[in-house]
């Protein structure tokens, strides 16, 4: 019998009474199983001390035995909790009741991979600490194992479930979640990421009501629509103060995260896959894996949760040679070209790009088949005849005399239906039989359900890169998915292609990322279409989003800095008027913009005049000097462009001994009055010099009295302030 037995002070247990306590540095998650065998969920979160007295934080619950009053783990359908259940099966003898009983657990250091799928992990097993439990349903032989991790520097817990059928007879599942959390009040508010194509991550927060707010996406992916992220807040939370409770779905399909308020006033969130659409048939012997969610706390507001995030997912969730790598500098020549290009322009902007010290080139859509328009050639990966006659190596050999690296743009789980691909093999894209096939910037997706069609495509873009000498790829995905249907899947299984796509997209990119860890692959979506945690496993950075307006970004780079690191934003100066909304807005204020992410240009640089080719020369060299700062340090919002006319965030340095502050200020106001920013995440007793002026101040003035903003002149006007013990 183990009790109170503590394994790198990270979970404690008392099999005696059948609780479990896992707890970080700064939080606890606690659990106890009830006697009739329910997993009970008893706390989540700050820190306690000590040993645990279950039922003074918590209601005596062992003679409670309606399943709807009781706060659970991972609840089921049909036993008489009303409210949204975790997982549902149907049984070969049409029975959906299943009723899943605590049978043993186990603990283990560090964390293991989940097979197929992406998810955090360890370096080390001191790092982290997992529990499982194992539930059985008697009567069907269902067994679903409930997995915690804890690790011992971020005050996160990350949940799954895998399910295994050890029973003789097949059945479906229905449903399956990854966690469900029962909270014993209902005054929260919900923050969440909504949005649409150029207008992603908008931060929403709404009260929690009686009934359900549901966050959801049945696209295929993870949407521009809502980002696979909620956060229950406190209602006076805010940046700084207040408890904070997130859950960040490790996932890039369809998915859904629901919070609802039953008649009682407790909570009930659940997370995971979409049901929709959705069944997996599972023989006797099989498993089934859900993706992981990321469960993070904070009781110091939602600026605090962020950087949980961003140092979980920065350091344990992205991987490879570029994880810890300063990102290069970029010029993408889609805005200043489109279709319209030959060698020798890509080879003059390269030039240009070259003279100001920009790093990488990348050649976007329309270098492949015959695409002279969004029209044709998805699928057909080898070069455009008349554009590179001389193909894309002496391209690239080209490029490599002005600018170093060459980086390529890729839209592999597309094919036209005016391509050869797609003549050769019409049965390879999504499709159901004798129905119409929806075109969507005229084009179909790929079944990457089948292996067949992943394998082709794993051997045409590994020719390509070969020949290409690519050391970056912009992944792109500019369509949802329709008639979700494959040739390759019997009958009964049609409603697993949207999931074994997903499957398929990830085994394709785990095979080229391992073939080539030397290049830097961008996940992409028609910008943030698929801005989850899921790509960041094999994409360590992501197109935010094709609006490159600098006031628009403002709030999309904001919004998504709720969840996802700095060094996963990719964001680049264009041309003015912007081709999005038409502003137009200062060269510098662009800058300011794009410097706050993964820095790049997406103009015809040749275009420039003297005075802008000075200003991109200083953009360039003043982000070198720091981007590591920007792409490594702490982040911390100073003003929500959601609440006002003015923006602004900051950068500080693990060791707080160096800063970067960003101000914007959309339009001009008369007459106003100075305004002081004040700032966060500095030692307050460090003497901080303004590198600008020299002025020295101490940090808790920086923080308390704030700094002192200059007056600005115009519309869309910025600055930015270095600051350096």
Known sequence: MKTMETLNNLIDVNEKEGWFHLHSKE????????PLGYPLHVYWGARLQGPIEVQAIMPNFAEETNLDRLPQEYPQYGSGDFRNPAYQALLEDGSRITELTYQTFR?????????????????????????ELELEDSYSGLNVVLS???FAEFDAIVRSARFINKGVKTLKLLSAHSASVDFPRGEYDAVYLSGAWTREASVQRSRLNPGTLRIESRRGMSSHQF???????????????????????VYSGNFSIDAEVDSMHSTRVTVGMNSFDFTWKLLPGEQFQTPEVV?????????????????????RLCRGAHR????????????????NFDADKLEEIAKAGGDLGIELFVLDDGWFGKRDDDKTSLGDWVEHSKKLPLGLEELSNRIQKHIPQFGLWVEPEMVSPDSNLYRSHPDWCLHAEGRRRTEARTQLVLDYSRQDVVDYIFEALSDVFIRAQVTYVKWDMNRGLTEIGSAGLEPERQQETAHRYVLGLYQLLERLTTRFPHILFENCASGGGRFDPGMLYYMPQTWTSDNTDAVERLKIQYGIS????????????????????????????????????????????TKLTDEEKEIVRFQVESYKRHRSLVQRGDFYRLLSPFEGNSTSWMFVSEDRKEALVFYFRVLAEANMPPAKLKLQGLQPDYVYQLTDTNEKVRGDRLMHAGLAIPSLKGDFASMCIHLEV
Request: proline residues 6%; hydrophobic residues 40%; glycine residues 8%.
């Open 27 to 34: 939080s606890s998650y606690i659990l106890q199983i009830h």
């Open 107 to 131: 603990l283990f250091n560090g964390k293991q991979p989940l097979t197929g799928l992406p998810a955090t992990y360890v370096e080390d097993d001191s790092e982290a600490m997992t529990l």
């Open 148 to 150: 915690y991790t804890v």
């Open 227 to 249: 980002n696979p992220f909620l956060a229950l807040v406190t209602p006076a939370a805010n940046e700084n103060y207040g408890e904070v409770y997130g859950f960040s779905l």
């Open 295 to 315: 469960m993070a706390y904070s009781r110091a507001g939602l600026g605090d949760m962020s950087r949980t995030y961003h140092r979980l997912y920065r350091t």
């Open 324 to 339: 810890d790598q300063n990102r290069p500098i970029l010029v993408n020549n889609w805005e200043a070209t489109y279709f």
């Open 562 to 605: 709720l969840v996802y690191p700095i060094s996963t934003i990719g964001a680049h100066v264009s041309a003015v008027p912007n081709h999005q909304v038409d502003r137009i807005t200062p060269l510098a204020t662009r800058g300011h913009a794009a410097m706050s992410g993964n820095f790049g240009y997406e103009l015809d640089l």
